[in-house]
């Protein structure tokens, strides 16, 4: 089972950037899509993106779209998400995920096996 390690949150005004990593302890990485969600408080978790495990296709919300990039590197088994042009609604709690499964990176919780622990952002007004 694969376990991954979120990092890279903190607080940050808004318009700024925050890059965050998420550092798999599976070799096998580069065969799972990644994807990233976030919970803001008193909220539903919400889709952010996702990449396919070659990385040639991305997937957006489009509450992010145009603002946040995920990209991965496989020979450092990391996905990352450069979060630029922040407001204070992105702030919330952000989970990389992991699916096994599928090839085509999805937007649907339940398509994916394995979940970090989160790591949390702060945008002040």
């Known amino acids: 089972q694969v376990q991954l390690v979120e990092s890279g949150g903190g607080l940050v005004q808004a318009g700024g950037s925050l890059r965050l990593s998420c550092a798999a302890s599976?070799?096998?990485?580069?065969?799972?899509?990644m994807g990233w969600f976030r919970q803001a408080p008193g909220k539903n978790q919400e889709f952010v993106a996702a990449?396919?495990?070659?990385?040639?296709?991305?997937y957006y919300a489009d509450s992010v779209k145009g603002r946040f990039t995920i990209s991965r590197d496989n020979a450092k088994n990391t996905v990352y998400l450069q979060m630029n042009s922040l407001k204070p609604e992105d702030t919330a709690v952000y989970y990389c995920?992991?699916?096994?499964?599928?090839?085509?990176?999805?937007?649907?919780?339940?398509?994916?096996?394995?979940w970090g622990q989160g790591t949390e952002v702060t945008v002040s007004s």
């Open positions: 995920a992991a699916d096994r499964r599928h090839s085509n990176p999805t937007s649907y919780r339940y398509d994916y096996d394995y």
């Open positions: 599976d070799r096998t990485f580069a065969t799972y899509v």
């Open positions: 990449i396919s495990r070659s990385a040639d296709r991305t």
